[in-house]
């Protein structure tokens, strides 16, 4: 779905453009239920701005049992945003496309720093979109031998950047790749 780039030396290799790809080598190993979370930079070809980056750091789940649900789904997101971004926000989930998962969903929530201060990251609209999420599509589940009758499946990926910024106040995401000293020194005492 996204642009990214071709290394010319052999056009069939690419930069990765989300770490779905580790799901499959989980897959493969066939031992049942999966909960994985895993984590990459990933590349877009993409016009940077304050907004968007041509490589971000993403990190996705990928759950599958017998009875994984979208309302297990739904739930442990908000539970996560609730932890992360505090107790009073609140989620919105809008209908969306990814190829690889049925029912796709983007999940938005409250926006809790317009009125704060000037900021453009929800653009006055109040809501901000956090992560991408979705039911893992059978045909992905059959491609790697499990049955998908008998096992269903959900998973979410999201940038890590978004939060950082939310949390930090940070308003242009060129600044975390920029290497300026006086920007990343506010962070050394968080790690
Ligand atoms: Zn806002």
């Not at 789940?61 to 996560?80: H, M, P, T, V, W």
């Not at 499946?153 to 999201?158: E, I, K, T």
């Amino acid at each position: 779905m996204q642009s990214t780039f071709i290394i010319n030396q052999n056009p069939d290799w690419l930069l990765k453009i989300h770490t779905s790809n580790v799901q499959i080598r989980e897959m493969e190993k066939g031992k049942l239920p999966i909960r994985i979370i895993c984590t990459g930079r990933v590349y877009r070809n993409e016009t940077i701005s304050a907004r968007s980056h041509c490589f971000i750091h993403q990190a996705e789940g990928l759950y599958i049992d017998e009875n994984a649900s979208f309302a297990d789904l739904k739930q442990r997101l908000y539970f996560f945003a609730q932890e992360m971004y505090g107790k009073d926000i609140k989620p919105r989930f809008r209908p969306s496309y990814f190829p690889f998962t049925e029912l796709n969903v983007e999940m938005d929530i409250t926006c809790f720093i317009c009125g704060v201060k000037v900021y453009r990251m929800c653009q006055q609209t109040g809501w901000v979109e956090v992560l991408g999420c979705g039911k893992v599509h059978p045909k992905v589940l059959e491609n790697c031998s499990i049955d998908s009758n008998k096992y269903t499946s959900f998973a979410f990926g999201m940038g890590i950047e978004r939060p950082a910024m939310l949390l930090n106040g940070v308003n242009d995401i060129r600044l975390f790749s920029e290497n300026d000293f006086r920007f990343l020194k506010q962070f050394a005492a968080m790690t």
